[in-house]
C-alpha cells in the first residue's frame, strides 16, 4: 500500500470540508433579501434518477477546471438518494468520483435536496425546472450563487439550452456567471 494513499484521501476530506463550510456561508444575508424560489411543482424522483452531464455551471472552486463532469443519482430503499459527483481534471485522464447523499427536503415534492458530501456539511439544492422528458433540468442554491443546466448526453441542442437558461435567468441566477462545461475532447470525431 502506497503511505501517501492515507494523507491524501485525508487532504481531500480537508478540502472537501472547507468548501462545503465556504458553499454554507454562502447562503446567508444575501439569500434572506432574495424572493423565494419556485421549485418544481414535483419531480418523480425514480425518473429523475441516473446520468446526468453537466452542460453549464456556476460552478464552485471544486468544479473549475473539471471536464466531462456529471452526477450519477440512485435512489436508496431508505429514500436517500447516492449523489456521486464523477468528473476529469483532463480529457483522456481517468474519472474521478465524489461521493455525496442527498436527503429530500419533505413536503417539497422532490424539487428540494439537502446535499451533503463531507459530513457535518451540506447545502440545499432547487430544481426549478426538469423538461417533461426527463431530459434537461435547471438547478441553483436559494442563495442563486451556484446553478446548474443537466441534460442526459453530453451535449445538449440550443433551443433547450436556451430554454433552461432562461428558467434560471428568471429564478436571478446572472446569465453571464453560467459556463459551458467541455463534455467532449475538442479532436474527438464524435464532437
Not at 465556504?22 to 433579501?33: D, G, K, P, Y
Not at 450563487?145 to 428558467?167: C, D, H, N
Request: proline share 8%; net charge negative.
Amino acid at each position: 500500500m502506497n503511505q501517501r494513499q492515507p494523507m491524501k484521501a485525508f487532504m481531500r476530506a480537508i478540502l472537501l470540508a472547507m468548501a462545503s463550510a465556504m458553499l454554507i456561508a454562502c447562503a446567508t444575508s444575501e439569500e434572506r433579501s432574495l424572493p423565494p424560489l419556485a421549485p418544481s411543482p414535483s419531480v418523480d424522483l425514480p425518473r429523475f434518477m441516473g446520468t446526468w452531464h453537466v452542460i453549464a455551471h456556476v460552478p464552485y472552486f471544486f468544479e473549475e477546471g473539471k471536464v466531462a463532469t456529471r452526477d450519477e443519482y440512485r435512489l436508496r430503499p431508505d429514500g436517500r438518494i447516492d449523489n456521486d459527483f464523477v468528473f476529469k481534471d483532463e480529457f483522456g485522464g481517468p474519472d474521478r468520483r465524489w461521493r455525496g447523499i442527498s436527503t429530500v427536503v419533505p413536503g417539497s415534492g422532490g424539487a428540494r435536496w439537502n446535499v451533503q458530501f463531507v459530513w457535518p456539511f451540506s447545502t440545499e439544492l432547487v430544481v426549478i425546472h426538469v423538461d417533461a422528458d426527463y431530459e434537461g433540468a435547471a438547478l441553483v442554491t436559494p442563495n442563486r450563487k451556484l446553478a446548474w443546466i443537466f441534460g442526459r448526453q453530453p451535449t445538449m441542442e440550443a433551443a433547450r439550452y436556451e430554454s433552461l437558461v432562461e428558467r434560471l435567468v428568471a429564478q436571478g441566477v446572472e446569465r453571464n456567471s453560467l459556463q459551458l462545461v467541455p463534455q467532449v475532447a475538442p479532436n474527438d470525431p464524435e464532437s
